[in-house]
């Protein structure tokens, strides 16, 4: 059985996958969960490459974005998780728009382990 050869564009592609489905999570909220699959199975594939830094900022907004959610829906009995709900989907939509520019223009995510943008 021969090695498995590294395709960038294969892995670009997943990566760009994976951000999209974060977008159209707003529309289907299951989706994020296939996009943090999809960025878990190929951050192995990517490791050296400026894709890695993609990988573990989807990863990473994923957790991130889900420790927000709680936060807001449990404060939302006391109305100011509201607000906080409403800066996930804002924080989410940023960020997935500043990963695709960046993925585009095959560059890294800078301080890709931030807690923000």
Not at 34 to 39: H, S
Not at 72 to 96: D, E, N, Q
């Amino acid at each position: 059985m021969e090695p498995m050869i590294y395709n960038v564009d294969n892995t670009k592609k997943w990566a760009m996958i994976t951000y999209w489905l974060y977008i159209l999570s707003f529309i289907v909220g299951f989706l994020s969960i296939v996009g943090i699959v999809i960025a878990y199975i190929f951050r192995d594939d990517a490791r050296g490459s400026f894709l890695e830094s993609h990988f573990t900022y989807q990863i990473r907004t994923f957790w991130i974005g889900l420790l927000y959610s709680a936060i807001g829906v449990i404060l939302s009995l006391i109305f100011v998780g509201y607000f906080i709900l409403l800066f996930t989907l804002i924080w989410l939509l940023v960020r997935s728009i500043k990963g695709l520019r960046s993925l585009s223009r095959n560059e890294v995510i800078l301080n890709e382990k931030t807690w923000l943008f």
